[in-house]
Each structure stands twice: as structure tokens, then as C-alpha cells.
């Protein structure tokens, strides 16, 4: 189900009616401008060149690709009837809450939570959500210790993402923390769940337990700042002799997740909407 919103001008490099009166110059115009964007976003991204070694196309290519997907989904943004405001500042997706069976399928899982948001879970095999994870590992061939590539994470999310297509931006100390809140709240307008993909010890409630680890979030109050996660982790620790997991509903903030994503020693991303 869709949630009405304000409409959402940060979304978009050029003004509305740039888009609205598209001709084949503007087009020429709007895309090129999109195309310098990713060329300075992507320049030095390690993900991205990974994944244009595996398209076996050049980056330059890639771009182009990625610049074109971005330009088409502005357009679809625009032609449709603009969501409204139904919960006052509050940005959500329907998140279903999975915790992880093993220590290594945070990707899968993570994936499979976002898939249930926009409503397309239905699209992977499998009758039961444990068969649906296997089934998402394949599709984004985790290696053998369990890593998951994050160009792989979105790609296996595209596999079945009916109306919207996912993308990975990499998050650093230059990426400005309004520019972050901008792409998860328009992501959440569209139920396509953002993933983290985390250092947790700048996370409040791992209380400085690190892990590198992808994590689903399923609201913004793009007020407050306050964000709710549906973690999958399933790791577990003591508190006042009761053992607990990391995983469940967590309620974190902007800042938290700001810090999660810009300063771990290796480089982190968020994928999301593309836009």
C-alpha cells in the first residue's frame, strides 16, 4: 500500500517542470546531468568497479546504465499521482520483522524483508521464508565464509523487485547527512525498504558490539529524526543475567545511523531506491 506524501523536491536535480516539459534537448540535458552525478558519486567505488568486472562492461558503461535507470524512475515519480501526508511526518514501509537462521545470512534475510515491504515476496521461490533465503543466496552468491557483495544484494533485489529498482550509493565524510535523510525518507514514500549496510558499534543499541552487517529499516520521522530498524541479527548477549539478541524492532536516529555508515574504517553504502 502506498503512503501519500508532501512532494518530494530533494528528490530531483532539476525543477519539476524541467521533467514535466521533457523534450528530446532536455533529455539530452537532465541525463547528462545524472551521468556527471554517478561519474563523481561511483569514481572510486570499489563495489561498482566489482560489478562492472562482472558485467564484463567498462564503468563508463555501467554509468550510463545506472544514469538512465535514475532518469526513467524520476520520470515515473513525476507522472504519478504524488502521494499525501497520512501519517504526519512519519515515512514507512511495511518491514516484516526476520531474524536471521545462521550468523552469515544477514544479506538474504535483510532482502527478503524489504521484498516483503514492497509486496513481491511472493516472487521467490520457496513456500516458507527459510526456503526463500536460500533461494536469495543464490541469487546474490554469498561466498563461502558468508560475505554478501553489496552490487550482488541489489542485484538480487532487482530480480524481483516488480515496479521499482534498487540501487547501492556509497556513504563517506563528504556524503552530508541531509543528503542521507533525503534518500531514505523518498525511499520509504515508495515502501522500497532502505538496507544499511552497517558498522553497529556506532549503533546505541549494540552497545558497542561491532558487526559489519546489512540491516532493513521501515520508518523515518522525517522530524524528529527518530528511524526504526527491523534488525535480523541474531546474535546474542547477556543483560542482567537474561540473554537477549541484537535483532528485533529497534528504535535508533539519524545520527546513529549517520555515524554507522561514515565512519568505519572500510567504505559502507545504502541501498535503496534509485533516485
Do not use: W
Amino acid at each position: 500500500m502506498k503512503k501519500v506524501l508532501v512532494i518530494i523536491l530533494c528528490l530531483l536535480l532539476l525543477p519539476l517542470n524541467t521533467y514535466a516539459n521533457s523534450n528530446s534537448t532536455n533529455d539530452d540535458y537532465i541525463l547528462k546531468g545524472i551521468i556527471e552525478e554517478y561519474t563523481e558519486m561511483y569514481k572510486n567505488c570499489k563495489e561498482f568497479k566489482k560489478e562492472a568486472e562482472a558485467m564484463k562492461i567498462s564503468v563508463d558503461e555501467l554509468i550510463n546504465i545506472k544514469a538512465m535507470k535514475a532518469y526513467n524512475i524520476r520520470k515515473i515519480m513525476l507522472s504519478k499521482n504524488m502521494p499525501f501526508v497520512t501519517a504526519g511526518d512519519l515515512r514507512y514501509a511495511n518491514v516484516k520483522l526476520i531474524i536471521q537462521p545462521n550468523d552469515y545470512y544477514c544479506g538474504p534475510t535483510s532482502a527478503l524483508q524489504a521484498l516483503y515491504a514492497l509486496g513481491d515476496e511472493g516472487l521467490v521461490e520457496g513456500t516458507t521464508d527459510a526456503k526463500k533465503m536460500e533461494q536469495l543466496d543464490k541469487d546474490m552468491d554469498c561466498t563461502v565464509n558468508g560475505q554478501t557483495y553489496v552490487y550482488k544484494l541489489a542485484g538480487g533485489l532487482n530480480k524481483y523487485a516488480s515496479e521499482y529498482t534498487y540501487s547501492y550509493y556509497p556513504i563517506s565524510k563528504t556524503t552530508k547527512k541531509t543528503a542521507l535523510k533525503d534518500k531514505i525518507s523518498n525511499s520509504l514514500t515508495f515502501d522500497v525498504a532502505p538496507i544499511l549496510h552497517a558498522e553497529t558499534k556506532y549503533l546505541g543499541y549494540y552497545k558497542q558490539k561491532n558487526y559489519y552487517h546489512f540491516i532493513a529499516v521501515s520508518s523515518i520521522n522525517v522530524s524528529t529524526n527518530e528511524i526504526v530498524v527491523k534488525d535480523c541479527n541474531n546474535q546474542t548477549y547477556s543483560e542482567n543475567g537474561v540473554k537477549k539478541i541484537y535483532g528485533g524492532t529497534r528504535t535508533t536516529n539519524l545520527d546513529e545511523i549517520y555515524d554507522c555508515l561514515v565512519n568505519s574504517t572500510n567504505p559502507r553504502y545504502l541501498i535503496c531506491l534509485t533516485q
